[in-house]
């Protein structure tokens, strides 16, 4: 699934963009060491959803990722079950910055 993705959009504070894969250097590789530790099914989260991230591989959702705190939470579709997890501080630090920049 986290090899399968071509593009992203990103919600965060109401706003959404989309970008391809390749446009954004260390994207796919922090996504993917993110959504990894997401290892935890069905478990709640700890504070509010700040960002969301779809995958599309063309224009068939794949999987969601979403940021809450220090935690996230991986959905694979469609209808998968969800995964929650707490990645290293440090990727999460990194996908964040680099989200707010683009």
Known sequence: MLDR???LGFTRNGESVRRER???????????????SATAPDEPLAAPVEARL????????????????NQVRWTP???????????PAQALDALRSLLSTR
């Open 5 to 7: 993705w071509t593009s």
């Open 22 to 36: 390749g446009d954004i250097e260390g994207l796919a590789a922090l996504v993917g060491t993110v959504a990894r």
């Open 54 to 69: 779809e995958l599309y591989r063309g224009n068939s959702l794949v999987a969601v990722l979403e940021i809450a705190g």
């Open 77 to 87: 579709q469609p209808g998968g079950a969800a995964w929650v997890g707490t990645p």
